[in-house]
């Protein structure tokens, strides 16, 4: 359930709104805005009569959400939720450019590729050290050195990083070293994991599951929201269909649908959506015509050679040339970056 104040409430009065509130057990999040306050209240009450709180002095309405998820939900907090980490902005208007290597292959690796994508307009290094690799053969990452040669590479280029975390005993290892930490796509739903981000106070990539639909994706969301950390970026990364010949199929749609139910702010991943780096540049066109936030790009220096998704990785001027695009598109959907 979700109470507006009007937007003259004194702060007496919603104090008093949030103690009732607290005192028929409901858990309370508070949402300032510019001209007015929102209370989030989270519990099952069916039955509860809402007229009681409607009659308290201060309130504006009180509106049941049919949504299961609340924090999340654009009813709760109308308008976009904005993270800004040092000089990047992520959410409203601004478009935010993450790009880098699926992993972190070594210190030059990281450090060349960082210099070449924040050149062209990136201003977020990403890099895998802890990889879920579908085979256990496979390359697994460089585990803690991968991620001081990422943090390094981000100082150096003067850029914010980004990097995996695959389970809660790996939180402040990457707390330590990144600035965002990324749910993977198999990890979703790993409902433990997203308790413990929900405890700490760094923003969070959550890539949409595989086969999740949205909602579920947004109550993925509202785990780690329920923990009292608001900063959650969405990551449409495409979910598995019948069609078999790109990797995934990016779902366009759910970055409009993301955006009238939720707050949050919602970036594409052409490259694992697709798996094929001829097919990154259009489905990110796309996602950017459609009102993503920004998106995520795998780029290396030598495809061929990576540890990981090479052949989903851009070349460096094939990133280059794909940020000149976007900003003719970025204008035309009002984004700036
Ligand atoms: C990744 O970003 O490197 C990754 C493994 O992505 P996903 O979890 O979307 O497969
Ligand atoms: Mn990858």
Same mark, same amino acid.
């Given at each position: 359930m979700?109470?507006v ?6 702060e !007496?009065?919603i ?14 999040h508070?949402? $300032?805005?510019?001209?007015? $306050?929102? +209370?989030?209240?989270?519990?099952? #009450? ?16 009180v509106?049941?959400?049919t949504?299961?998820f ?6 709760f907090?109308?308008? !976009? ?6 000089n ?8 935010? %450019? ?6 972190v ?9 960082a ?12 890099? =895998? ?30 850029m914010?990083?980004v990097?995996e975390v ?12 990144v600035?965002? +930490?990324?749910? =993977?796509?198999r990890? %979703? ?12 106070? #760094?923003?969070?990539?959550?890539? &949409?599951?595989?086969?999740?639909? /949205?909602e579920?994706m ?18 449409e990364? =495409?979910?598995?269909?019948?069609e ?5 199929t ?16 919602? /970036? ?5 959506? $697709?798996?094929? &780096?001829?097919?990154?540049?259009? %489905?990110?066109?796309a ?10 790009v ?6 061929e050679k990576a ?15 794909? %940020? ?6 970025a ?7």
């Amino acid at each position: 359930m979700v109470v507006v104040m009007e937007e003259m409430a004194k702060e !007496d009065q919603i104090q008093h709104v949030i103690s009732k509130l607290i005192d028929m057990s409901f858990d309370v999040h508070r949402s $300032t805005g510019v001209n007015q $306050t929102v +209370l989030g209240a989270i519990g099952d #009450k069916r039955g509860l009569d809402t007229g009681i709180l409607e009659l308290l002095p201060g309130v504006h309405k009180v509106v049941r959400i049919t949504e299961a998820f609340k924090l999340a939900s654009r009813t709760f907090h109308p308008q !976009d939720t904005v993270i800004k980490i040092r000089n990047v902005t992520i959410g409203g208007d601004d478009l935010v %450019m993450m790009a880098g290597p699926c992993s972190v292959e070594a210190q030059n690796q990281i450090s060349e590729i960082a210099q070449m994508v924040r050149t062209a307009g990136a201003t977020v290094l990403r890099g =895998g050290a802890f990889k879920p690799r579908t085979s256990p053969y496979s390359f697994q990452g460089l585990g803690e050195d991968g991620l001081t040669y990422l943090r390094e590479a981000a100082n150096k280029h003067d850029m914010v990083c980004v990097s995996e975390v695959m389970e809660s005993s790996q939180i402040p290892l990457l707390t330590e070293y990144v600035d965002v +930490l990324q749910v =993977g796509a198999r990890n %979703m739903q790993n409902f433990s994991l997203l308790r413990e981000l929900g405890k700490i106070r #760094k923003p969070v990539l959550l890539k &949409r599951g595989m086969a999740a639909t /949205i909602e579920e994706m947004l109550m993925a969301a509202e785990y780690i929201m329920a923990g009292g950390n608001y900063d959650v970026i969405l990551c449409e990364r =495409g979910i598995r269909t019948f069609e078999n010949y790109t990797r995934n199929t990016l779902d366009i749609s759910a970055i409009p649908v993301v955006k009238k139910l939720s707050h949050l702010p919602i /970036i594409a991943d052409p490259s694992h959506a $697709t798996g094929r &780096r001829d097919k990154v540049p259009p %489905m990110a066109r796309a996602a950017i015509a459609a009102g993503a936030d920004g998106l995520i790009v795998e780029v290396h220096q030598d495809p061929e050679k990576a540890l990981s998704d090479g052949a989903q990785s851009l070349y460096p001027e094939q990133f280059e040339h794909l %940020m000149g695009e976007l900003r003719i598109i970025a204008k035309a959907v009002s984004k700036k970056w």
